[in-house]
């Protein structure tokens, strides 16, 4: 397996966490804690835009982080450096010789990359010493929030787009370098043709389009000077930038220069529309390009597009074959973050002793997470429609859906035929920190997306006012978070 964050990146990442999670950890060294086994749950409370799923992402680059994961000399020599309030070291050079010899030796199980999943359900659950699960949140959460909330927003362009392809154009407007080539993966993922973005073609393998900037044609006397020397230069890949001027006399230029393509035998590709009216250009470019018998050529359109513009300019009429998608898409402009959790869910003191579960409680019952080794099944119809899922505790088997509880009180009852068939989402990934897995290409992952959403019923995935995705709690887990509220209300009272 290729492992992407080491071609990109030349430093350890073990520090690449908060400060918090080594002070926690040196904290369970000190309390003698090394020897417990804790159960952790990534998951997320509330869809992202207003909508009901998302699109598990990020599970290799999770996996390529966890690859011979340990902190390196240099890593370590940093950490000498940290001082407490008074001056003294943060911490004891013997929890730093610890560290240096510390290898991760945890269990992952993960929904497989591309996966629906929606709110409060485990995207992936570690498994392992306390302190390692510990350690690896803060990095868990920001490869799996951001990829996931990007795929996510691209799937609903692609649906917005309706069959057309949609570039990804956002390299200039990313959040930094990183930000910019996970931004591309996941874009891909979500349904994207292809990147500008050369740099994540090249590392993922991903098909990258581009046309040509305004500072062509103003770099020319003339705009069909720039156009003519642009049809020199890549005959076979023109794409005539338009509205540098007048947006419809550069359509006029891009007709001439394409219709001399044409008679040295070449086909010309296309116009790209980027500022004005993209409705009312569009179909005046439409109707010149068809007019001068070159209704082969595709008219782009970019300019801050994202899947709510794509949808109105399409319900217009508009007449254009190809979106390019910027700074809406890399940044997720409107959500800028999916809100994306690590809670512990259970501990022991050995792996020899019996699980004693955890849950966060809170007033609001949105923010009460759920006790156990999670499981997630998923119910499907006799034609491989979702119909729902039931969260429990894999120690716990069997099961009783027609006794669950909705973890959505607008959702109805799960109660279903014994012989439903279904599906346990989360796959075994890492083995005491070895991979048991395949890891599927970006392609296969680009299709399980389409193939999932193609199974999901309409009124969960459209935009405006989506029914919520029916999520439960089997009877086990539902009685054990009453037991564990009681518990805590009565040690508070005490």
């Not at 020897?35 to 699109?55: C, K, T, W």
């Not at 590709?269 to 569009?282: A, E, K």
Request: aromatic share 10%; with cysteine.
């Amino acid at each position: 397996m290729i492992n992407h964050l080491k071609l990109l990146y030349k430093h350890p990442l073990t520090l690449l966490t908060d400060l918090y999670q080594l002070t926690m950890a040196y904290g369970y060294w000190k309390s003698d804690k090394l020897d417990q086994e804790a159960v952790f749950s990534l998951f997320f409370r509330q869809a992202p835009f207003n909508g009901s799923y998302a699109i598990a992402t990020g599970l290799k680059t999770v996996l390529e982080y966890l690859e011979d994961l340990q902190f390196s000399e240099a890593e370590l020599s940093y950490l000498t450096t940290l001082e407490s309030e008074d001056g003294c070291p943060l911490f004891e050079q013997a929890f730093l010789d610890y560290l240096s010899e510390l290898r991760f030796t945890c269990h992952v199980d993960a929904v497989p990359e591309g996966s629906l999943i929606f709110p409060h359900e485990p995207i992936l659950r570690v498994q392992g010493p306390l302190l390692q699960c510990q350690l690896l949140e803060t990095a868990l959460l920001n490869i799996i929030n951001f990829q996931t909330l990007i795929a996510t927003k691209t799937t609903r362009i692609y649906r917005a787009a309706q069959g057309a392809p949609i570039l990804e154009f956002g390299l200039r407007r990313a959040q930094g370098i990183d930000g910019a080539i996970t931004a591309s993966r996941a874009a891909y993922i979500g349904g994207c043709a292809a990147t500008s973005n050369v740099l994540a073609g090249k590392l993922y393998d991903i098909p990258i389009k581009g046309t040509h900037a305004h500072s062509w044609v103003m770099s020319f006397a003339t705009e069909h000077e720039a156009f003519t020397a642009y049809a020199d230069a890549m005959p076979k890949n023109c794409v005539f930038l338009v509205d540098t001027y007048d947006t419809l006399e550069g359509v006029k230029t891009a007709i001439d220069v394409s219709l001399q393509l044409k008679e040295k035998g070449y086909i010309p590709q296309g116009i790209r529309l980027d500022s004005g009216d993209l409705l009312t250009l569009s179909q005046q470019a439409r109707h010149l390009l068809d007019n001068a018998g070159l209704t082969e050529m595709k008219i782009v359109a970019s300019n801050d597009l994202d899947e709510h513009a794509i949808l109105k300019l399409k319900a217009a009429g508009a007449c254009i074959d190809i979106w390019g998608i910027g700074t809406q898409l890399v940044t997720s402009y409107d959500q800028p973050a999916l809100g994306g959790v690590y809670k512990l869910a259970a501990i022991r003191p050995n792996p020899q002793s019996d699980w004693q579960y955890r849950m966060k409680i809170s007033a609001q019952s949105l923010k009460t997470s759920n006790p156990g080794l999670l499981q997630i099944r998923r119910f499907v119809d006799s034609q491989g429609f979702l119909m729902g899922d039931l969260l429990y505790n894999q120690l716990n088997l069997p099961i009783n859906t027609k006794q669950s509880k909705s973890l959505n009180e607008t959702t109805e009852p799960l109660n279903l035929p014994t012989d439903t068939r279904y599906t346990d989402l989360l796959v075994p990934c890492l083995r005491y920190g070895e991979c048991v897995c395949a890891t599927p290409s970006l392609i296969e992952i680009r299709q399980r997306v389409q193939e999932q959403l193609a199974f999901c019923p309409e009124h969960y995935t459209r935009f405006d006012s989506p029914q919520p995705y029916p999520v439960h709690i089997d009877e086990y887990i539902a009685q054990l978070k009453q037991t564990l509220m009681n518990s805590q209300s009565t040690v508070n009272k005490e």
